[in-house]
């Protein structure tokens, strides 16, 4: 990725249910996310989409 990110404001949190810390944690240097996964029925098949979650993030039941 190119640039910069740029957080304004207080309390942000991210769609994956992240608030500032954990955000702030995977924006350093180094810093490697580990996903799990989610998977849901699609017709006849299954999709698996990776949703990267940090130890501070909050469950949402999964």
């Known amino acids: 990725m190119s ?3 740029s957080i304004t404001g ?3 949190v991210s769609p994956a249910g992240w ?6 944690g995977a924006l350093r ?7 799990s996964s989610i998977e849901r ?3 006849d098949t299954t999709v698996s989409t990776p ?3 940090t ?4 469950s949402r039941g999964n």
């Open 3 to 5: 640039g910069g990110v």
């Open 55 to 58: 130890s501070c993030a909050r």
């Open 51 to 53: 949703v990267p979650r």
């Open 29 to 35: 240097p180094g810093e490697t996310i580990t996903p």
């Open 10 to 12: 207080v309390g942000a």
């Open 19 to 24: 608030g500032m810390e954990p955000l702030m």
């Open 41 to 43: 029925a699609s017709g």
